[in-house]
């Protein structure tokens, strides 16, 4: 019964919010605390809020397993963190059950049936900027309801404990952090533009710290799901809402698309890493399937540890995997109920010695002159991790692609919708909200889902679960978890470094390395000189990352990158 806080918690009040310390006996919605790092034996939760992260606690504590946990924190972010929590969006699950089965789910949004390829170009053949982002039209159909109701089969506790607390977080209100108060003022505006209904997002007054947010609509629909189950939402009243706001607003998705949705049960990704290591992550329409075992792979041979973590060296070649992953990323990969992606070869020790061999340990590399490898083809999502002392891990991320989506609140029922169409190409070559290009692979078919490049993993160390990790961030998220894995595994950082210290990001095109605050200008400066061109980029990535020790203790660590809280018991 062990639990030990080992990084200062932050105290959300009301009024402000400071550094202190309350007793967890002590909190309410309205009044709580955010562990960044959290050391117990029964079971840990990380999320991107304290609220959430305290709801999956408490299934823990009443005797759920880790998909409650996952279940009762996937449906409160829905609540508390409106901007990438959601019932309007999608995302993906990976788990590994104590009986040793690994599950990977998919309840991605898919392109409503009346989408077509070009929708969001003009009549010149050039996309109209905005539409596939902003309002009805950028929306997919919602996955994330099928997804929990598909995961519930392996939760031990009821639907109707699980979602109460974010009914109760929905119907009574909570008080909101700095940082949302802050992002509800910025897309205000916005808000305004696109909804025909005014959502209790919208008011008279800025928001700030310790504001109520209550959000009455969404307790409905809540209750409603929890009623009715799937239903509740695919059908019924709420399909009804969602109609009715497609309508009044040009959108396309029919009462058909939402009754036709399902989520997807697929094999997961799954890679040995040097002896002891297996690695099972999201396979397509993750891209992460396909690009972390790339990633990996390039390093599998190399000695990184040797280099020196953050060394000149380590991040040079790291980085130039990171531009021939993403080379292959925008040409072969697609939803492969739709498109044949070449996986095994682009996975292959042999395709990828082929692909490092051009590799100069002294100079960049050239965006230009890199291709896709030749086969005979807002970051504002959000992440959690559950384990409980089962051994049942899980890691989900879910997203409505850009903060808040495309800003349209369902009339009546309280959520906001997604944007992920965006996520597809609109036409080969031009970039999309990420920068990330594509072409036939990904492009738009009626009941595709877009490519994703979320990538919740799990890795298990002498087949056991040793770490649980995933974080948001577009299509930062691949190479997040990727150093953070390469930070664990090979440079032997503690869990709250590997999550916590800078990272940086390259993607094939744009030719830019970003890169975080934090790393020597001597670094910063040998890689000019070599080539890069460099940009400051603010945050990479939110990780959330459990690492489990071969006693089966844990330690739970939330990113200091936001409001990301740790709970465990
Ligand atoms: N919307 C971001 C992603 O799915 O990758």
Request: glycine share 10%.
């Amino acid at each position: 019964m062990m639990m030990l806080f080992i990084r200062p918690v932050i105290l959300f009040t009301g009024i402000c919010f400071a550094a202190g310390s309350v007793s967890a006996q002590s909190e309410t919605p309205f009044h709580y605390s955010s562990r960044k790092s959290v050391v117990c034996t029964n079971g840990a939760v990380v999320s991107a809020h304290p609220l959430a992260s305290r709801a999956g606690l408490s299934m823990l504590k009443q005797g759920g397993n880790a998909i409650d946990a996952a279940v009762a924190t996937q449906l409160a972010l829905a609540v508390v963190f409106p901007g990438a929590g959601n019932l309007g969006g999608g995302g993906f699950m990976v788990a590994r059950l104590s009986n040793g089965k690994n599950i990977s789910l998919d309840f991605r949004e898919e392109a409503p049936g009346g989408a077509t390829q070009n929708m969001y170009l003009d009549a010149q053949g050039d996309p109209v900027p905005g539409e596939s982002l902003n309002g009805h039209l950028a929306c997919g159909v919602p996955g994330s309801v099928a997804g929990i109701f598909a995961s519930l089969k392996y939760a031990r506790l009821p639907i109707k404990k699980l979602i109460q607390p974010a009914i109760d977080l929905a119907e009574h209100g909570f008080a909101i952090t700095a940082a949302e108060a802050s992002s509800l003022n910025e897309s205000s505006e916005e808000f305004k533009k696109y909804n025909t209904v005014m959502p209790v997002f919208v008011k008279a007054s800025a928001w700030k710290a310790g504001d109520t947010l209550m959000q009455k609509d969404l307790a409905k629909t809540l209750r409603l799901i929890r009623d009715y189950g799937a239903k509740g939402f695919y059908e019924g009243e709420t399909a009804k809402r969602i109609v009715e706001e497609m309508q009044r607003g040009n959108g396309l998705i029919s009462y058909n698309d939402l009754k036709n949705y399902t989520a997807k049960q697929r094999e997961p990704m799954i890679f040995p890493y040097k002896k002891e290591y297996s690695i099972v992550t999201m396979p397509l329409p993750s891209s992460g399937g396909v690009l972390l075992p790339q990633l990996m792979r390039m390093m599998e041979g190399r000695d990184l540890r040797a280099e020196g973590f953050h060394s000149v060296a380590s991040i040079h070649l790291m980085t130039e995997a990171e531009r021939l992953a993403y080379a292959d990323r925008a040409k072969y990969l697609g939803d492969p109920d739709f498109f044949k992606s070449p996986v095994e070869k682009l996975i292959s020790y042999q395709y990828l010695q082929e692909r490092m061999a051009g590799f100069n340990p002294d100079s960049a590399g050239n965006s230009e002159q890199v291709k896709a490898g030749i086969i005979p083809e807002s970051e504002e999502t959000t992440h959690l991790d559950t384990y409980d002392k089962e051994g049942n891990a899980v890691s989900i991320t879910t997203t409505l692609n850009n903060w808040y989506g495309c800003k349209t609140v369902v009339g009546g029922a309280g959520f906001f919708l997604n944007d992920e169409m965006d996520d597809f190409s609109m036409k080969p070559g031009v970039p999309n909200m990420f920068g990330a290009i594509g072409g036939k692979a990904n492009a738009i078919r009626p009941g595709k889902r877009m490519l994703s490049s979320m990538t919740p993993t799990i890795v298990l160390k002498n087949d056991k679960p040793f770490l649980v990790v995933g974080t948001p961030g577009g299509t930062t998220i691949i190479t997040s978890v990727f150093q953070t894995l390469i930070n664990v595994l090979e440079f032997k950082l503690s869990p709250d470094d590997a999550v916590n210290k800078p990272k940086f990001h390259h993607q094939w095109k744009p030719d830019v390395l970003y890169m975080e605050k934090g790393f020597p200008d001597t670094v910063i400066g040998k890689l000019r000189e070599m080539g890069y061109r460099i940009e400051p980029r603010s945050a990479i990535g939110r990780t959330e990352l459990i690492q489990i020790s071969p006693t089966g203790s844990m330690e739970a660590v939330a990113d200091g990158r936001g409001d990301d809280a740790a709970e465990g018991y």
